[in-house]
């Protein structure tokens, strides 16, 4: 799709002939985010009006008892800026709020701020550098100070001090953040940035109290003790925290919405394994909502049968694929295997990447194995099969990979496997050890047996392959073996960081410890400059068409094979009326949950 | 007495040391990473990861990094958590009193129906008795806690909604009721941890009064006629019981280590639970600190058990 139909696209959207929904329903299905597709409404012009509110069924302050959420993996932190992983940004998004946060649909909403920035209110400058945020007033801190411009000013100062050693400094470092008076905030990036929201938005941009952090700004952070006992703004504040056990909250007498939260208390309870969380929330009913239920699905489906529980399957941009090693992994060139300047003997010829693409039988995988947890699709970025992008699709052909083959000139030697001089198609599949990554690549290598492919199946602990162990071998990171399979997480609603992962200059090697992204080391030209062009493009529309054009360009080339869209269960009591969203977190709207009679 | 105590003290302190150094050159040789999931986060640059390791002084020689755990140490300073960044020793004292709670249970359970039913069955053996609580016992032995506590968990709670399954070590009710619901959701781990160690040590103790029965003492205490009662209480189990004691003994740290799988299953928030944790996550000064603890224990019960003969049998001296 061109930046010309875009284009018509929004206009489409802005006469009212075109839903909202549906737009972004279609940018998703190209591979766009949500948020993205809706900021590129913002930019627009097409204002945010009918983005519908949270529905919210409570009607005073409490009196809904206790809700009770189990994470099978606990908190071992109250920090929202040390969070690295989902476990701990769910706990402290209890507490603490960011300006605004992202539904399901992508669209923007105000939390602590009084409203979302943009051109026709005038927080969007023309400059496409600075951003300026009216923020909520009548907020207050759980210990009754005033939330104000400075605590926003903090924040920033906070996760940007690489001292403080947070996760978020890469945000926040080159921000520079402005109080224009006690409500409002203007926020300078040092150049134009297209993506404008990810400061004080979502997960990353949870704001701290600077009256609580202030002295412990640096290297002395880690001794703060609100590291444990946070003071937010939200819904719910503190009462109780045992690290990786329980967390307890009670209700915010002076929360800022009128009317909220509904529940007087709120429990979190962590640790044990995601099938016995699922039964304590399907089966015996003792906890309301639990997260991430990563369980196969039929056996879900038998716990769902009872009628005590639901489960909700949220649509992120967890991405199970395959990647064709593009260098060689088993000669050294200049002391190092897998070197960038060799070239695997096999997959550089496209045909035997095309006939692997074929070879993948993902229907069969998601019938199969995944069930409602994978998702067949052929994009890189995510993609509902509702919507699937026209430029890409998948196929499963096992003739058709055998005459690609032979029409290549690879042909089947007397033990069956083909061969073009002195390269035989015989790869080493690599993937962690889980019983449905071990049960595809069988099915897989069945595959490849019948069009003449030996594959040897290779199974490493999830420990060591995720690892980032400089020194050993086996880590996907170094991807020493040919073929290799495992998800990617696109947790941030802009593509950007996302889609750096296949630019050059991302390749991992040597001499860079192999800690940058680009694993499989594909490197593509036109690729990389679409990749500059995006980074430097405010104008969205064009930005957006960039992005589609790079998901075409690593799916085509089939390096990159995408299987699955990995959707995350979540799995609630029958009466509990959760808030959720697959681009924040799953607490990002706690104040809107609600029990029924 | 007191120097005997004196040098088993000294003679700990190397094994200890070298227990330390053991731990620390597996665990810094062991593969992962504590910012593992920092790696796998697209949205954060793997320098965080770098300077966060720089930081924590994870790039450090191997000896170096012993060499300064073991300066802090003894300053009684355990270090803290790389993953949560909290001291230690907070962590394991907020785990301690459940774990003691629970698992203290479950071994006076096993004593209490491993000593008289052993007893019991060792007066008359081959009885009726006597087989049934063999079988019991080579069933409860058999069958791993893990195996057991699903079972539980899958009749108790799911089939028949009587119990809860998932443990919390602060319960809202006060009173009565509190103790109520605290019997409800402690009965499943106790039984299954206690019933398991009370088959094996049921075992022991039969066959320790066994050995014992038949000694001459034991007929010449019944020909002079002395009650049956008396015999076996005073005579016969307090000689029984010195096998039994260095068993029970070195069974103890494992009230403090907690039960790694049971703790598990049944979200107990214990010491195994931290320990298993800080094992996945890779988080090497919790690891450290509760194996650590895990093994002076062991050491110090060694020693109480070798006290506790004296006590029990006279004869046994100390120099």
């Known amino acids: 799709m061109q930046e010309r139909e875009l284009r018509d696209l929004i206009e489409d959207v802005r006469r009212g002939e075109l839903p909202r929904r549906s737009f972004i329903q279609r940018m998703v299905g190209l591979g766009l985010t949500a948020p993205m597709a809706s900021m590129m409404l913002m930019h627009a012009g097409v204002a945010q009006a009918q983005v519908p509110p949270i529905p919210y069924k409570g009607t005073k302050r409490g009196g809904g008892g206790v809700l009770k959420l189990i994470w099978w993996q606990g908190a071992v932190h109250l920090n929202p800026h040390f969070a690295g992983g989902t476990k701990e940004q769910d706990a402290t998004r209890v507490f603490y709020e960011s300006l605004g946060g992202w539904d399901s649909e992508g669209n923007l909403i105000p939390m602590l701020a009084a409203e979302i920035p943009s051109r026709a209110n005038g927080g969007l400058a023309a400059d496409n550098r600075t951003v300026t945020w009216k923020l909520k007033r009548g907020v207050t801190w759980h210990d009754g100070q005033p939330f104000t411009a400075d605590d926003v000013v903090f924040t920033a100062a906070y996760a940007g001090d690489p001292a403080t050693a947070t996760v978020t400094v890469a945000t926040y470092k080159d921000l520079k953040v402005e109080k224009v008076d006690s409500h409002t905030v203007r926020v300078i990036y040092p150049k134009p940035t297209p993506y404008w929201a990810e400061a004080f938005t979502g997960s990353f941009g949870m704001i701290l109290p600077k009256h609580v952090f202030e002295p412990y700004i640096g290297a002395k952070s880690r001794e703060n003790p609100a590291n444990v006992k946070p003071v937010g703004t939200g819904p719910y504040k503190f009462v109780d925290f045992k690290p990786g056990d329980m967390l307890r909250a009670e209700a915010n007498p002076t929360y800022h919405v009128p009317n909220q939260p509904f529940f007087d208390a709120l429990e979190l309870k962590g640790g044990g394994d995601a099938l016995s969380a699922a039964r304590a929330v399907l089966q015996t009913g003792e906890f309301d909502f639990a997260w991430n239920l990563a369980v196969e699905d039929e056996i879900l489906k038998r716990l769902e049968a009872g009628g005590k529980g639901k489960l909700v399957f949220l649509e992120g941009s967890d991405i199970e694929f395959i990647s064709l090693n593009c260098s060689d992994p088993w000669n050294e060139v200049d002391g190092e295997r897998g070197s960038i300047k060799s070239k695997h003997p096999a997959f550089q010829d496209k045909a035997v990447r095309d006939a692997m693409a074929l070879l993948i039988d993902r229907k069969g995988v998601q019938d199969f194995i995944y069930g409602r947890g994978g998702i067949a699709t052929s994009n890189f970025l995510n993609n509902p099969p509702r919507f699937r992008s026209p430029n890409t699709k998948y196929e499963f052909n096992i003739d058709k990979a055998n005459q690609i083959l032979e029409a290549a000139g690879w042909k089947k030697g007397g033990d069956g496997i083909r061969a073009k001089g002195n390269v035989k198609l015989k790869f080493v599949f690599q993937t962690s050890v889980s019983q449905p990554r071990q049960k595809t690549q069988a099915i897989v290598k069945d595959a490849c047996t019948k069009a003449g492919i030996e594959l040897e199946l290779k199974s490493v602990t999830a420990a060591v392959f995720f690892g980032s162990d400089a020194a050993n071998p086996d880590t996907y990171q170094k991807f020493w073996s040919d073929i290799q399979m495992y998800t990617t997480t696109m947790t941030q609603p802009d593509p950007q960081i996302f889609m750096e992962q296949f630019t050059t200059d991302q390749i991992a090697q040597k001499a860079n410890k192999w800690a940058s992204r680009n694993l499989v080391r594909w490197s593509n030209a036109e690729y990389d400059a679409a990749f500059k062009a995006a980074q430097g493009e405010f104008d969205p529309v064009k930005r957006a068409a960039l992005f589609i054009r790079m998901n075409d360009l690593v799916v085509g080339d089939n390096h990159v094979i995408p299987l699955f869209a990995r959707p995350r269960p979540r799995g609630y009591a029958t009466k509990l009326v959760p808030a959720l969203s697959a681009w924040d977190n799953d607490t990002w709207a706690l104040g809107f949950w609600t029990r029924d009679a | ?319």
């Open chain 2, 1 to 319: 007495m007191f120097n005997y105590i004196l040098r088993r003290l000294l003679i700990a302190l190397p094994s200890l040391l070298g227990i330390s150094l053991i731990l620390f050159t597996v665990l810094a040789l062991a593969p992962g990473d504590p910012f593992e999931e920092l790696a796998q986060n697209p949205n954060v640059p793997p320098e965080v990861r770098m300077a966060l390791r720089a930081q924590f002084g994870l790039d450090d020689p191997i000896w170096q990094r012993y060499f300064y755990w073991l300066v802090n140490m003894l300053r009684g300073d355990w270090g803290f958590s790389f993953v949560s960044r909290i001291d230690v020793d907070e962590l394991v004292l907020q785990r301690l009193p459940v774990t003691i709670a629970v698992i203290g249970m479950s071994q006076v359970l096993a004593l209490a129906v491993a000593l008289p039913v052993g007893v019991l069955a060792a007066v008359k053996p081959y009885s009726w008795f006597d087989r049934i609580a063999s079988t019991f016992a080579f069933i409860g032995f058999s069958l791993p806690t893990f195996f057991t506590g699903v079972l539980f968990i899958l009749f108790f709670s799911i089939y028949l909604g009587w119990l809860p399954f998932v443990y919390r070590a602060d319960l809202p009710e006060t009173g009565w009721q509190w103790w109520w619901a605290q019997f409800r959701q402690s009965i499943m781990p106790i039984m299954v941890l206690g019933l398991f160690q009370a088959a094996s040590w049921m075992r022991y103790v039969r066959s320790s009064v066994l050995d014992v029965v038949r000694l001459d003492y034991v007929t010449t205490a019944r020909s002079k006629g002395l009650a049956e009662r008396v015999v076996i209480n005073k005579h016969v189990v307090r000689n029984a019981l010195i096998p039994v004691v260095t068993l029970v003994a070195l069974q103890m740290p494992a009230v403090f280590g907690g039960a790694i799988v049971t703790e598990q299953i049944f979200r107990i928030p214990g010491i195994g639970s931290l320990l298993i944790d800080a094992i996945l996550r890779n988080d090497t000064p919790v690891i450290m600190a509760v194996t650590f603890v895990f093994a002076a224990l062991v050491i110090v019960f060694n020693l109480i058990a070798d006290i506790l003969y004296g006590w029990l049998d006279p004869r046994i001296s100390y120099r």
